[in-house]
């Protein structure tokens, strides 16, 4: 795609910063603490995603397969639940959310999942629990409330298709969670997903009637294909036409950001495409992933000492590149560092 003709800015009035998974650079991802960490560094949304348990309850993991975020290969009782599947696709082998009770999950303790890179984080492997969603619901409002401000909320829902295969359809009870806390009946919430259909059912079932609820269309790489629509790529839903589509039922996408500014040969920031000035123009904000403060995550031009050491500067420099390409909000896994570049300190 050919460079924009002009400068791109936000159609957003704030870009906002996305606390991915919490502040998961410096906490096991998806647990209290890391949401802790992420509203005191001053994230605008802090993330859940949201599979289901056994016994319908959604949980908040970034995958249904837990073996690498939590410390269930240590529990012997569960020794025998190892097995392999097949998700979205992808043959996975470990143990599944869908095996489990909440009251057996809640016996287990989250792990840091990059705990090569990621030691001080991994110091504080077994000390939290799984959250349900209604568990992260309320903590984020009582943080609001101590924090006197408000923090949006932003579900990622996983493998849609592949649970309401196993009779566990996630999107019904995640409007009904929403619907049953006051904090998220007005507070900011924005659902995403990498599927194309439940976004279109949520959008029928929302109306026009919750205006502090938005929907995300999540992309992957241009080669890939949503798991419910194997004839679309995502590189398809990118073209203008295809972005005219998703601002028929999303109000904004969230590509990675190599989408936006790609690498060149050499591993630096490269020439950015025409992407977010494509979905401005069809009335789309843009909300890439993930910001990451570690040397290893870096375009080469932002890196400086080890592979696994982390760069701040390195990470807002990297960020400011991407703000002034005209993203609208972003995902990073140190809010702090997100801060800082959105506010020029």
Same mark, same amino acid.
């Given at each position: 795609?050919?460079?924009?003709?002009?400068?791109?800015?936000?159609?957003?009035?704030?870009?906002?910063?996305?606390?991915?998974?919490?502040?998961?650079?410096?906490?096991?991802?998806?647990?209290?603490?890391?949401?802790?960490?992420?509203?005191?560094?001053?994230?605008?949304?802090?993330?859940?995603?949201?599979?289901?348990?056994?016994?319908?309850?959604?949980?908040?993991?970034?995958?249904?397969?837990?073996?690498?975020?939590?410390?269930?290969?240590?529990?012997?009782?569960?020794?025998?639940?190892?097995?392999?599947?097949?998700?979205?696709?992808?043959?996975?082998?470990?143990?599944?959310?869908?095996?489990?009770?909440?009251?057996?999950?809640?016996?287990?303790?989250?792990?840091?999942?990059?705990?090569?890179?990621?030691?001080?984080?991994?110091?504080? $492997? *077994?000390?939290?629990? &799984? !959250? =349900?969603?209604?568990?992260?619901?309320?903590?984020? /409002?009582?943080?609001?409330?101590?924090?006197?401000?408000?923090?949006?909320?932003?579900?990622?829902?996983?493998?849609?298709?592949?649970?309401?295969?196993?009779?566990?359809?996630?999107?019904?009870?995640?409007?009904?969670?929403?619907?049953?806390?006051?904090?998220?009946?007005?507070?900011?919430?924005?659902?995403?997903?990498?599927?194309?259909?439940?976004?279109?059912?949520?959008?029928?079932?929302?109306?026009?009637?919750?205006?502090?609820?938005?929907?995300?269309?999540?992309?992957?790489?241009?080669?890939?294909?949503?798991?419910?629509?194997?004839?679309?790529?995502?590189?398809?839903?990118?073209?203008?036409?295809?972005?005219?589509?998703?601002?028929?039922?999303?109000?904004?996408?969230?590509?990675?950001?190599?989408?936006?500014?790609?690498?060149?040969? $050499? *591993?630096?920031?490269? &020439? !950015? =495409?025409?992407?977010?000035?494509?979905?401005?123009? /069809?009335?789309?904000?843009?909300?890439?992933?993930?910001?990451?403060?570690?040397?290893?995550?870096?375009?080469?031009?932002?890196?400086?000492?080890?592979?696994?050491?982390?760069?701040?500067?390195?990470?807002?420099?990297?960020?400011?590149?991407?703000?002034?390409?005209?993203?609208?909000?972003?995902?990073?896994?140190?809010?702090?560092?997100?801060?800082?570049?959105?506010?020029?300190?």
């Amino acid at each position: 795609m050919p460079t924009p003709a002009a400068p791109v800015t936000p159609i957003a009035s704030k870009v906002l910063v996305m606390g991915h998974r919490g502040a998961s650079a410096l906490r096991p991802e998806h647990t209290l603490a890391s949401y802790t960490v992420a509203i005191e560094d001053g994230a605008d949304f802090v993330e859940p995603d949201l599979v289901s348990t056994k016994d319908g309850v959604l949980v908040v993991r970034h995958e249904n397969e837990i073996g690498g975020t939590t410390d269930v290969a240590a529990h012997p009782e569960f020794t025998a639940r190892r097995t392999t599947k097949t998700i979205d696709g992808v043959s996975v082998t470990g143990w599944f959310t869908e095996d489990f009770t909440l009251a057996e999950l809640k016996t287990l303790r989250a792990r840091e999942r990059l705990a090569d890179v990621r030691k001080a984080s991994a110091a504080y $492997d *077994g000390q939290f629990a &799984v !959250p =349900t969603f209604d568990e992260m619901i309320e903590f984020v /409002a009582a943080e609001a409330a101590a924090h006197r401000r408000i923090i949006g909320i932003i579900p990622e829902i996983k493998h849609s298709t592949y649970f309401r295969s196993l009779d566990l359809p996630m999107e019904d009870k995640l409007l009904a969670t929403l619907a049953a806390h006051a904090y998220t009946r007005t507070a900011p919430v924005e659902i995403q997903s990498f599927e194309i259909g439940n976004l279109k059912y949520l959008r029928g079932k929302l109306g026009d009637d919750h205006p502090n609820v938005r929907l995300l269309q999540l992309m992957e790489t241009a080669g890939e294909h949503p798991a419910d629509v194997p004839s679309t790529t995502y590189g398809q839903m990118m073209t203008p036409a295809g972005l005219k589509t998703i601002a028929g039922y999303a109000d904004a996408i969230g590509p990675s950001t190599r989408s936006i500014v790609p690498l060149d040969e $050499d *591993g630096r920031l490269g &020439v !950015p =495409t025409t992407l977010v000035h494509d979905a401005h123009a /069809a009335g789309l904000e843009v909300h890439p992933y993930t910001f990451r403060p570690e040397n290893r995550f870096l375009a080469k031009n932002f890196r400086k000492g080890a592979d696994d050491s982390r760069n701040e500067a390195g990470s807002v420099a990297e960020i400011r590149a991407y703000l002034a390409a005209g993203i609208d909000a972003f995902f990073t896994d140190d809010p702090a560092l997100g801060r800082k570049a959105v506010d020029g300190r």
